[in-house]
């Protein structure tokens, strides 16, 4: 990988120049609003990727947001990776506390980041991590040192669940066989410790409605002798943990697998500073589910939390009002066994037996997915391993994330093909927050470290055989 080596070094410029374009573009796919930009970004990724060298790149539309293939084939009999990624990106409010405007990207330096950091919204999550490998690809075929076939599926609609993949993977398995898949939309420790997330969790997302009067009632005239919708929600949510930030859920924890002693012991060896965490996002005493840390709270353990809820008068002023309705939605994160199905039914049977008769209740339930986990003995993993260790010169620790990318546990399921997430962000990089960023060091250190990816997976993959 000389020579790839050679040119990734002189080419950092034209890298970067790719990830601000990209970055101007606000491909939210959230929000219909966006849906020319949308076109646009996926437009400007098939660009990329022809000027990287790939063939038969198509932009192919979908029910919603296009899915972006390309490939390169050098060789059948030789293994095949498949890169996994995405371009839509997360709404950018609340705008206002923007430092810089979300789609204009800057480069500023921060502590993280002393040698600089790419603001804008999507920088970590997930254009510049996916970026990386289409500039490590650029260069190796370049370079004439690409030791394998390679595939690229970079889809619009990982934000909001990856509605339109599943289709699009079960009717294209023979288009997109492959050995192994390669993403980098997770975080590592920090910038002198190389980590490789092992599992991901589960999601089950839904929104809950709770209607009382059949309109809003003056709260004096009425108020104490009829049910308050926003009341009842409150105290029903704030039943679902007990004392001890355990899930009062009957059934909840039923497949959730226990971990021995042993592999909590070897979990919690990760470096975690508690100080440090702390003081990043302003809290003063952590918070969750007690006999757990922090480390096996977000990776190892179920949880539920509110993501938004409103009802009755928000503007300004005051108005006395009994509200008719209130809402919420509510995630959570699931692990090992759990399915998100039977979690929404459990869910959704407890929700609606908290409720007292003076109210209606509704849960609507949103996207979910499973879990997913990479074995640390698979080669994928190792050749992973070996990479980074190479580029970063100290060893590697396997990490369990407490985000979710469901379409993992998908590819194993229809393709039969493991994953490996092999991400180069920091946790505080501000995903999905204002103000996103992400290092300049981990953007070139990513494209450093992907085509020794690929030169150790070839070798292993052969010799296995
Ligand atoms: N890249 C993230 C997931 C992630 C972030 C994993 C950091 C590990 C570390 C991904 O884009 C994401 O945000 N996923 C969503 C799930 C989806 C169904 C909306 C999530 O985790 O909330
Ligand atoms: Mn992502
Ligand atoms: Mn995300």
Not at 210 to 230: C, E, F, K, M, W
Not at 310 to 334: C, D, F, H, N, Q
Not at 410 to 435: C, R
Request: net charge positive.
């Amino acid at each position: 990988m000389k020579n790839t080596q050679a040119y990734i070094n002189t080419h950092q410029n034209e890298f970067l120049e790719d990830l601000k374009n990209l970055l101007s573009i606000p491909s939210v796919s959230a929000d219909p609003h966006f849906k020319k930009d949308m076109v646009a970004a996926a437009k400007a990724t098939a660009q990329l990727l022809k000027g990287a060298g790939l063939r038969k790149v198509k932009v192919n539309k979908t029910k919603g947001h296009p899915i972006i293939y390309g490939e390169r084939i050098i060789d059948k009999k030789l293994p095949t990776v498949l890169i996994y990624g995405h371009y839509d990106v997360q709404p950018a409010d609340p705008i206002e506390l923007w430092e810089s405007p979300p789609f204009e990207p800057i480069i500023k330096k921060t502590k993280s980041h002393p040698q600089g950091a790419i603001f804008a919204r999507g920088a970590a999550d997930d254009k510049g991590q996916f970026l990386m490998h289409v500039q490590a690809v650029k260069a190796m075929i370049v370079s004439k040192e690409l030791p394998c076939n390679v595939k690229f599926m970079i889809e619009g609609e990982e934000e909001v669940g990856s509605i339109h993949l599943g289709d699009f993977v079960k009717s294209n398995k023979k288009m997109l066989a492959s050995d192994v898949i390669l993403i980098s939309d997770t975080s590592i420790l920090n910038n002198k410790t190389p980590s490789i997330t092992i599992g991901l969790r589960g999601l089950s997302y839904v929104e809950v409605e709770v209607t009382g009067p059949n309109r809003d009632l003056h709260s004096g005239v009425y108020g104490g002798a009829v049910a308050n919708p926003i009341n009842i929600l409150t105290k029903m949510i704030a039943s679902l943990h007990d004392e001890n930030n355990h899930i009062t859920i009957p059934g909840f924890y039923d497949d959730v697998k226990a971990f021995s002693a042993k592999d909590r012991a070897a979990l919690n060896k990760a470096p975690f500073a508690e100080a440090k965490y702390k003081k990043e996002i302003g809290i003063r005493e952590l918070h969750g589910e007690k006999g757990y840390t922090t480390i096996e709270r977000v990776g190892i353990r179920p949880t539920l939390d509110v993501n938004g809820i409103w009802g009755g008068y928000i503007g300004e002023g005051a108005k006395t009002v009994l509200p008719s309705k209130a809402y919420a939605k509510i995630s959570m994160r699931l692990v090992s066994n759990q399915n998100p199905k039977k979690i929404t039914q459990l869910f959704t049977k407890h929700f609606k037996s908290l409720a007292p008769k003076s109210v209606k209740v509704k849960v609507n339930p949103h996207h979910g997915g499973d879990a997913a986990v990479t074995p640390i003995d698979s080669i994928e993993y190792q050749a992973a391993a070996k990479a980074l260790e190479t580029t970063f010169r100290k060893e590697v620790i396997p990490q369990m994330s407490g985000g979710s990318i469901p379409i993992v546990a998908l590819f194993s399921k229809v393709l039969k093909v493991n994953t490996v997430l092999m991400g180069f962000g920091l946790d505080s990089d501000a995903i999905h927050s204002p103000n996103e960023h992400y290092g300049l060091f981990n953007f070139y250190k990513g494209i450093e470290t992907i085509p020794y990816f690929f030169e150790n997976y070839v070798k292993m993959k052969i010799n296995n055989h």
